[in-house]
């Protein structure tokens, strides 16, 4: 099976799972009732309509650093770099601060499995903080993911 960044999306956001991050962010919704039809973690741009506070993950294109010869030997071990950041969008600068904190402790050098490879590790490379608007916050969260998995030789 041909593995790949789809991979490491999914991975991604089954840790925010596992990690609570969902009921984190909904406990703070003026109504969390809204949790049925939005969730807080988006894909690439808010929802329309998404209470606040919710954050958004985007993906930038990965980048191969190492290819390695693997078991069986129609295989190659790529170790890739893919660049990921979350943006969480917050209405103060308290609360932006309180979230990101626990999506760090999720996330910051973390490793675990991603469909057919593994993220070998997350290594956090920014996070800063700027006003959203006249009525909110936004902070940022960057990482490289270091990502490993078997590609087949063709």
């Keep these: ?10 991975a991604v956001v ?3 799972s596992v990690g609570g991050l969902d009921g984190q962010f909904t406990a703070r919704w003026d ?12 894909d690439g ?9 919710a954050c958004v993950f985007e993906q930038d294109d990965s980048e191969a650093a190492a290819l390695m010869s693997a078991e069986p030997a129609a295989t190659v071990s790529v170790i890739s770099n893919l660049p990921i950041q979350f943006r969480i969008h917050a209405r103060t ?5 309180d979230l990101v904190k626990m999506v760090a402790d999720v996330f910051d050098n973390a490793s ?13 490379v ?8 006249s009525s909110g ?3 940022v969260l960057r990482f490289v993911l270091i990502h490993d998995a078997e590609q087949a030789i063709t």
């Design 126 to 133: 920014a996070d800063f903080g700027a006003r959203d608007g």
């Design 14 to 16: 089954d840790r925010w």
């Design 93 to 97: 600068k308290v609360e932006a601060v």
């Design 137 to 139: 916050w936004l902070w």
């Design 1 to 10: 099976m041909t593995a790949g960044s789809w991979d490491v999306i999914e």
């Design 31 to 42: 109504d969390p009732s809204l949790s049925a039809r939005f969730t807080p973690l988006c």
């Design 112 to 124: 675990f499995a991603a469909g057919s490879g593994c993220v070998v590790g997350m290594r956090r």
């Design 45 to 53: 741009a808010l929802t329309e309509g998404t209470p606040r506070p």
